[in-house]
């Protein structure tokens, strides 16, 4: 019959042995020699300070490594390894073409591993051309959409407007502006603030400085505005002995964002009444209403307006 005894005598015992059993264990598998491919940074050296690549070098390239486990393990987490191509020799308007192989790549002296080979890429085409500079604005880039009875008062503005932006000369005499990483304002309510990077199309070797803007964005809800006493103007045709408008008044209700409905007045809206062209006689006539940019006629009281011709 099974005993708990058998479990618990020299139970402190027991543990330190699966303990010691497996380190034992971990220690025989990290002496065992195996392979690992790792994605290392690639650093370009001795650039000359007037020329650039015309296109983004990648930025890690595949290695494969051989070596003890626990070595492997070492140089994956904290060797930072890292393979390099020499520009020293590099000329504007040249292209290099560029071979990978273990004689690129760096390890930490004392890592106790084997280069074996480049795998990807196996070789590299780099074309340089002379640095420019150029001061340029930065456009912001806005995505979303906000919540009814909502409004951007502006455009997005940045700060600064512009920055300064350096790659191959064939390509920043072409650009207009850069355009920053999108601030998306959905569902928002209010005022969007962000540091947004600054970014440009394709894959050209371009950066700026500096490479972050604040983006901001003024947002606004609806506000209705009721504007009493606003005149109507009468057009008529002339000839006519008598020319009569009825009422010479009208009420005007307009919406839009807050800051400009609340500032509106009688002066700020035209109601225009067109009677030219029509016969004698008494006519109903609907208003024409000219408001702000921007603001929207909600309504006009009357509706309809009595114009008699004589």
Same mark, same amino acid.
């Given at each position: 019959?099974?005993?708990?005894?058998?479990?618990?005598?020299?139970?402190?015992?027991?543990?330190?042995?699966?303990?010691?059993?497996?380190?034992?264990?971990?220690?025989?598998?990290?002496?065992?020699?195996?392979?690992?491919?790792?994605?290392?940074?690639?650093?370009?050296?001795?650039?000359?300070?007037?020329?650039?690549?015309?296109?983004?070098?990648?930025?890690?390239?595949?290695?494969?490594?051989?070596?003890?486990?626990?070595?492997?393990?070492?140089?994956?987490?904290?060797?930072?390894?890292?393979?390099?191509?020499?520009?020293?020799?590099?000329?504007?308007?040249?292209?290099?073409?560029?071979?990978?192989?273990?004689?690129?790549?760096?390890?930490?002296?004392?890592?106790?591993?084997?280069?074996?080979?480049?795998?990807?890429?196996?070789?590299?085409?780099?074309?340089?051309?002379?640095?420019?500079?150029?001061?340029?604005?930065?456009?912001?880039?806005?995505?979303?959409? /906000? *919540?009814? @009875?909502?409004?951007? =008062?502006?455009?997005?503005?940045?700060? +600064? &407007?512009?920055?300064? $932006?350096?790659?191959?000369?064939?390509?920043?005499?072409?650009?207009?502006?850069?355009?920053?990483?999108?601030?998306?304002?959905?569902?928002?309510?209010?005022?969007?603030?962000?540091?947004?990077?600054?970014?440009?199309?394709?894959?050209?070797?371009?950066?700026?400085?500096?490479?972050?803007?604040?983006?901001?964005?003024?947002?606004?809800?609806?506000?209705?505005?009721?504007?009493?006493?606003?005149?109507?103007?009468?057009?008529?045709?002339?000839?006519?002995?008598?020319?009569?408008?009825?009422?010479?008044?009208?009420?005007?209700?307009?919406?839009?964002?807050?800051?400009?409905?609340?500032?509106?007045?009688?002066?700020?809206?035209?109601?225009?009444?067109?009677?030219?062209? /029509? *016969?004698? @006689?008494?006519?109903? =006539?609907?208003?024409?209403?000219?408001? +702000? &940019?921007?603001?929207? $006629?909600?309504?006009?009281?009357?509706?309809?307006?009595?114009?008699?011709?004589?």
């Amino acid at each position: 019959m099974f005993s708990r005894k058998l479990v618990t005598n020299n139970l402190n015992l027991k543990i330190a042995a699966v303990i010691v059993a497996v380190f034992l264990w971990m220690f025989a598998k990290g002496e065992q020699t195996s392979d690992a491919m790792l994605s290392i940074p690639l650093r370009l050296r001795s650039v000359p300070e007037d020329l650039t690549t015309t296109r983004r070098p990648p930025e890690t390239i595949d290695v494969v490594f051989s070596g003890h486990t626990s070595e492997l393990f070492r140089l994956r987490w904290w060797g930072d390894p890292y393979a390099i191509i020499d520009m020293s020799e590099a000329a504007a308007g040249r292209e290099l073409r560029v071979s990978l192989s273990p004689a690129n790549v760096m390890i930490p002296r004392d890592a106790a591993v084997q280069v074996i080979e480049v795998r990807d890429p196996k070789s590299l085409d780099i074309d340089v051309e002379r640095l420019e500079e150029r001061r340029l604005p930065v456009r912001p880039v806005v995505e979303g959409e /906000l *919540p009814d @009875g909502y409004y951007m =008062l502006a455009h997005a503005v940045s700060v +600064p &407007e512009s920055v300064t $932006v350096y790659g191959p000369r064939s390509v920043v005499s072409e650009l207009e502006h850069g355009s920053t990483a999108p601030l998306s304002v959905s569902g928002r309510r209010n005022r969007v603030e962000s540091t947004r990077a600054v970014e440009f199309e394709g894959d050209w070797n371009l950066h700026s400085v500096p490479r972050e803007v604040r983006v901001s964005i003024e947002i606004e809800g609806t506000a209705v505005a009721r504007l009493t006493d606003v005149p109507v103007e009468l057009r008529s045709e002339p000839g006519f002995t008598s020319v009569e408008l009825e009422p010479a008044m009208a009420v005007v209700e307009l919406s839009g964002p807050e800051h400009v409905a609340s500032r509106l007045g009688p002066d700020d809206v035209s109601v225009l009444i067109d009677a030219r062209g /029509l *016969p004698r @006689g008494r006519h109903q =006539l609907v208003p024409e209403i000219e408001a +702000p &940019e921007g603001i929207e $006629v909600v309504s006009t009281t009357p509706a309809r307006f009595t114009v008699t011709l004589e």
